[in-house]
Each structure stands twice: as C-alpha cells, then as structure tokens.
C-alpha cells in the first residue's frame, strides 16, 4: 500500500517537538527573505545607475563616432558626409573639429577642451536637454555663440547677462624660428558665451562648444576635421550600420558606438553588480544551513514515524520528497516574499524616489533604479539550487537511514 503524499506529510510533521522546529523554519524563512530582497534591490540600484550614466553620455555622446587611425585629424571630403548619409538609419553627420585651447575671461583664464561642431550637431544631438542657463542652438540670427559647461562658467565666473564681455580664446600659431613678436605666435578670436550645460563633471569643468567655423579660424584647420558624429533614428540598429561604415570607408578610419566610448565605466559596473550578486546570493547560501539543520533535526525526531511509514507501504522514494518539500516550502516563501519585497520597494523608489542621494550636488535627488525580468530569473533560480542543495542530503538520510527494524 502506497500512502498519498499530504496524509503522510501531515502524519510525520505532528509532535510534541513541531513547535520549535516551525521556529527554526520561520527563522529560515525571514533570512531567506531578507537576503532575496537585499539582492533584488542592491541589483536593481546598479541598473538604475547604469542607465543613468547611459542618459547622462547620451546627451552628450553621438550615437557612432568616425575619427582616423593614425593622427588626429583627416582631410575632409564630401563624399564621406554622402557615404554616411545615404547609409539607411542615418538622420544626421556632424564635422567636428576638437582641441585644447587657453580661454580667457575677464582677468579668469583656463585651458578648456573646446568642441567645434557643424549644424546637424544642433538638430540632433541631446545638448539641448542638459542646458542649465541660456539658449540654443550656437549661431543665431548670423551671431556665433559658445556653449560652456558649469564647471568652467564657475570657473571663470562667467555671466549670460553682461553682454559687455565676451570668451577670449587662444591657440598656438605653428610658427618657424625668428618670430619675436609675441601677439604673432597664437591665434585669438572672441565669442559670446551663449548657455550653460550640466552633465557629469568631467564634461562640466572642460568642455565648450562652439560653431565649427570659429574652430576653423581659431585653430587654422583649413578643410580639416578631428572625427564624424552620426546620430541615428530610433529604429536604427547600431551594429549593423557600424559594420557598414567601416566596410565604407575602409581601414583609414575607426569607428566606435557612442557606448563604446566609456566601455571601460560599463564594465567595471557590471563586474560590480557579479560580485555584489555573488556575495548575496553567498550570504543566502549560509542562511539555507538553517534549512539543513531544521531538516536533519526533523529527520531525527521523526524516525519512528518515519519507519511506521516504511512499514506501512510508503516507498523511499515518498519518505525523500516529504523532506524535500518541506524544504522547498520553507525556500519558497522566503523567496517569495523576498521577491515581492524587493520589487515593491525598488519599484516605489523608481516612481516615486523617497530615498534621497543626500546631497544638493547631486546628478539626481533621488537613487535611481530600474528592475529587470532577468535578475529577478537569476535571484530565482539561485534560491532553487541553494534549496536543493541544502534539502537533498537530510531527505537522501531519511530516505535511507530508517526501517522497520528501527520501531520499538
């Protein structure tokens, strides 16, 4: 005679000693749930950063970057602006023409990296979405403007309001020996400073943009460009029309997504999130041993029962699943209620943010965060293997351990 699994489940599971066997469960229970949650949430944080960087460069990065393998700059020609724009997904190519130069305002001066771009520049890039003070795009009715990051505008303390000066800025002539006369070894042009940009520090305390015909004059660059930037439409797959380009243009050029360009900041995020991952789940893991020891001590107090069971028909086989189950039982609703924690909380901080950065500074006020379907599989799935592992040697040892022989 077999016995249905639940009435010997029920059978077994009675006692003088359940109570305090239910205790060690429920502590399993609470930890298993706590460290579910502290994995959803601590991996839902680095995708919201992640995603946060993506946004933030995006502003500023184009989608695909062309600039030459050898030297810094490239005679430009005109069919490759035609090669690149007749490639499908391609919405706009802006010139660019990028250096160091010595701005000066008022008695302030400083080196800045300053970035001369061409008019699909304005149409297309994500600057605009970043500006903190002042007007886009960088030439108006005829009148060049430049675009100056918040680092370099404290820096120099520089006001959109005083019309009365304008940004100095100054690059080296490539002169040959013999020349004495100071003001003939650099180039010096003025422009209006015409809005502010905030992005990310490093950008912030370096960079401006100006229209690529001051760099032109400034730098003395004739028809020479430093790179290309595409911008693509939505639909675009960027993969593709990379490989094209490159396939286009030949081994002249290098080609790079914009993503490409900070490759080295994504990485080290997601070696951060698999080791955070790792040592959760790790702590997890060590909160299953009290699933191991309430299972085995159930296994102990119960071995009379279990072999009334043997006697009466129940297989091996039935003896195991029961202490397995009841294994998987205590995972589960820990797991479950960490899961549901987790993804509740991460999903009121990514409406509504209550938890705050703490500082005025800060890129946002909030923590940002973003759930993913994939790490809620992997917390899953790993609470599955770690129940498993943890369940399967005291229900092996009840399952084997006990006969009829053993009854008093």
Known sequence: ?????????????????????????????????????????????????????RGMYGNFD?????????????????????????????????????????????????????KGVSRDFDEFSGIRNVLVAGDFPLVRDSI?????????QYDL??????????????????????????????????????????IEKYYDDNYIFVPIEFAKELLNYGNRLTSLELYLSEDADPFSIKKSIQQSLGGAFQVKLGEE?????????????LFVFIILVAIIGIASINIFFSLTMLVIEKRKDISVLFAQ???????????????????FSGAGVGLVLGVGISFIQQHYGLV???????VMNSYPVKIEFLDVL?????????????????????????????LQ
């Open 144 to 152: 060049a403007y430049a675009l100056v990051g918040r680092g370099v």
């Open 378 to 406: 992997l917390t899953t799935l790993a609470i599955i293997l770690i129940t498993l592992v943890a369940s399967i040697q005291p229900a092996k040892k009840a399952s084997r351990s006990f006969s009829t022989q053993t």
């Open 313 to 331: 028909g129940a297989s091996s086989r039935l003896i195991r699943n029961i202490f397995l189950y009841e294994g998987c039982i205590v995972a």
């Open 261 to 273: 360009l900070h490759s080295d900041l994504y990485k080290v995020l997601k070696i951060e999130k």
């Open 157 to 198: 303390s520089l006001s959109l309001q005083n019309d009365f000066y304008t940004l100095q800025m100054y690059y080296p002539k490539d002169i040959g020996p013999g020349v004495i006369n100071p003001s003939r070894m650099y180039n010096l042009l003025n422009i209006i400073p015409g809005g502010v940009f905030a």
């Open 356 to 362: 705050g950065m703490g500082m005025d500074s800060a």
């Open 1 to 53: 005679m077999n016995f249905p699994f639940f009435i010997a489940r029920k059978y077994f599971l009675s006692g003088k000693k359940k109570n305090f066997i239910n205790v060690i469960s429920i502590i399993s229970m609470v930890v298993v749930a706590s460290g579910t949650m502290c994995l959803i949430i601590a991996l839902s944080v680095f995708n919201g950063l992640e995603d946060l960087l």
């Open 62 to 114: 184009p989608d695909i970057v062309v600039y030459p393998t050898s030297g810094k700059s490239f005679e430009a020609d005109s069919s490759y602006t035609l090669k690149l724009k007749s490639i499908e997904g391609v919405n706009g190519v802006s010139n660019v023409i990028e250096d160091n130069v010595l701005v000066e305002y008022k008695e302030a001066q400083r080196l800045v990296r300053m």
